[in-house]
T-cell receptor, first 114, second 115 residues
Framework: AQSVTQLGSHVSVSEGALVLLRCNYS??????LFWYVQYPNQGLQLLLK??????LVKGINGFEAEFKKSETSFHLTKPSAHMSDAAEYFC????????????FGQGTTLQVKP | GAVVSQHPSWVICKSGTSVKIECRSL??????MFWYRQFPKQSLMLMAT?????????EQGVEKDKFLINHASLTLSTLTVTSAHPEDSSFYIC???????????FGPGTRLTVL
């Protein structure tokens, strides 16, 4: 079955430290992959997306993600965390054959400590 | 670009009443719109997919007679929660996709509280 898994429901880093949020998908065909960020009581904002072009994708706010087919992963990274990065992050996948429907991971809460 | 609005941003209603939530794509035409429900500290659950001018496709377990979706134009979709009950209280989020549905753009969400 097609699915997406975010490892770690809660990640805590110090300000200035590396941010690594993990996302793995299950599919025989590489899907389209997305990372969204959600601040409290708000909708989702697109950080970046992979659509079968370059495997290293750069997004907004200094985030980037690398698509690794061999590992079926699309982990999100940022070299240096800011306090404003504290939010909920969702990995989402659009598998081929459906009508644009996204499947979301469980979400990862990023805490940034001063 | 790619801005999606929702109205209202929050609503409180009495049990048994109906509530309508609007979702608009402000600067693009959305051939497909999606409605999600999100419980506190949880991920988004897709409720239904709607295409302009056709009936919505509901996900398994979502009551189509309770959650009425209308996609009347390429920039507007509405979700009506009929005969709302306290268990319908939730955060409802819509998203919209342009003609090439590679990406969904999300609205800011509507907080529904049913007393």
């Amino acid at each position: 079955a097609q699915s997406v898994t975010q490892l770690g429901s809660h990640v805590s880093v110090s300000e200035g430290a590396l941010v690594l949020l993990r996302c793995n998908y299950s599919s025989s065909v590489p899907p389209y992959l997305f990372w969204y960020v959600q601040y409290p009581n708000q909708g989702l904002q697109l950080l970046l997306k992979y659509t079968s072009a370059a495997t290293l994708v750069k997004g907004i706010n200094g985030f980037e993600a690398e698509f690794k087919k061999s590992e079926t992963s699309f982990h999100l990274t940022k070299p240096s965390a800011h306090m404003s990065d504290a939010a909920e992050y969702f990995c989402a996948v659009k598998f081929s054959g459906n009508t644009g429907k996204l499947i979301f991971g469980q979400g990862t809460t990023l805490q940034v400590k001063p | 670009g790619a801005v999606v609005s929702q109205h209202p941003s929050w609503v409180i209603c009495k049990s048994g009443t109906s509530v309508k939530i609007e979702c608009r794509s402000l600067d693009f035409q959305a051939t497909t719109m999606f409605w999600y429900r999100q419980f506190p500290k949880q991920s988004l659950m897709l409720m239904a997919t709607s295409n302009e001018g056709s009936k919505a496709t509901y996900e398994q377990g979502v009551e189509k007679d309770k959650f009425l979706i209308n996609h009347a134009s390429l920039t507007l979709s509405t979700l009506t929660v009929t005969s709302a009950h306290p268990e319908d209280s939730s955060f409802y989020i819509c998203s919209a996709s342009p003609a090439r549905p590679d990406t969904q753009y999300f609205g800011p969400g509507t907080r529904l509280t049913v007393l």
